[in-house]
């Protein structure tokens, strides 16, 4: 299995507000949907009911400490423990989307962080993204991109 972790973040990491994202930008948006295409996403349960609709083209797994009643297609683990020993032998990529503490749990594990670095703040954000040393990783600049008169960057870090 190949960990990856696809999010976009402010100025000052700010992730999201109220349990939705800060900035609404269609070609951020189009970049997650062609990155995460056919692949597996990993979320935890909030951001997974955040979600405005099921995700056409992609396996769910839903991080949660209760036990829910989803989709019988999605798979649920309760623990990063129990995960990364389900999917040591799986021969794909897994993204994780969100949320922050998702993210916080997982950044270590990840070879590969997809983020969409927005030129813009929102002070009153009230989940943000891990802070991650970017000298332990290479980037590389995929696209710049502007929407509604906010520029951004699509960026991966591969770490090292």
Not at 86 to 101: H, N, T, Y
Not at 107 to 118: G, R
Not at 135 to 141: A, C, I, K, N, Q
């Amino acid at each position: 299995m190949k960990l990856s972790l696809i999010a976009a973040i402010g100025e000052n990491n700010e992730l999201g507000k109220d349990n939705n994202l800060i900035w609404h930008l269609p070609g951020d948006l189009k970049f997650f949907k062609e990155t995460t295409m056919g692949k597996t996403i990993a979320m935890g349960y909030n951001t997974y009911l955040s979600l405005p609709k099921r995700l056409p083209g992609r396996k769910y797994i839903v991080f949660t400490f209760k036990d829910r009643e989803l989709d019988p297609d999605i798979e649920i683990f309760h623990n990063k423990e129990t995960f990364l020993e389900s999917m040591k032998d799986r021969e794909e990529e897994i993204f994780i989307i969100g949320g922050a503490s998702i993210y916080k749990q997982f950044i270590n594990d990840c070879e590969s962080l997809y983020l969409t670095e927005v030129e813009a703040s929102c002070k009153d954000a009230d989940v943000y993204f891990p802070e991650f040393n970017k000298d332990d990783y290479t980037s590389e600049l995929i696209r710049e991109n502007e929407d509604k008169g906010i520029k951004y960057k699509h960026m991966v870090y591969r770490r090292k």
